[in-house]
């Protein structure tokens, strides 16, 4: 599975963006697709994920600012962000996963390249 993550860049606090990912290779409509992201000098942690399902998933503190969804005809998942704040800073990863550990990275099976978001104040 290939993943390509796109739609990051520059905001103000207050805005909205939406990422995408598409993904190519095997079943997509299998796959936990989850999103992740990392902040310089901090750990990598889990933002939202999908699964084949559409049942969905999101970190405590990120619910009803971020919202997660799938479109398993074309591929791709995205990552509708709302309300962001300068903390929401970070390099926005997509991955796929055949397991259902959502929250883990280390159940991730294929990663995207990361798309940077950064949100001014």
């Known amino acids: 599975v290939q993943l390509q993550a796109s739609g990051g860049g520059l905001v103000q606090a207050g805005g909205s963006l939406r990422l995408s990912c598409a993904a190519s290779g095997r079943a997509f409509s299998r796959l936990l697709m989850g999103w992740f992201r990392q902040a310089p000098g901090k750990e990598r942690e889990s933002v939202a994920a999908?699964?084949?399902?559409?049942?969905?998933y999101y970190a405590d503190s990120l619910k009803g600012q971020f919202t997660i969804s799938r479109d398993n005809a074309m591929n791709t998942v995205h990552l509708q962000m709302n309300s962001l704040k300068p903390e929401d800073t970070a390099l926005y990863y997509c991955?796929?996963?055949?397991?259902?550990?959502?929250?883990?990275?280390?159940?991730?099976?294929?990663w995207g390249q990361g798309t940077q978001v950064t949100v001014s104040s």
């Open positions: 999908i699964s084949g399902s559409g049942i969905k």
């Open positions: 991955a796929a996963a055949s397991g259902s550990r959502w929250w883990d990275a280390r159940g991730y099976d294929y």
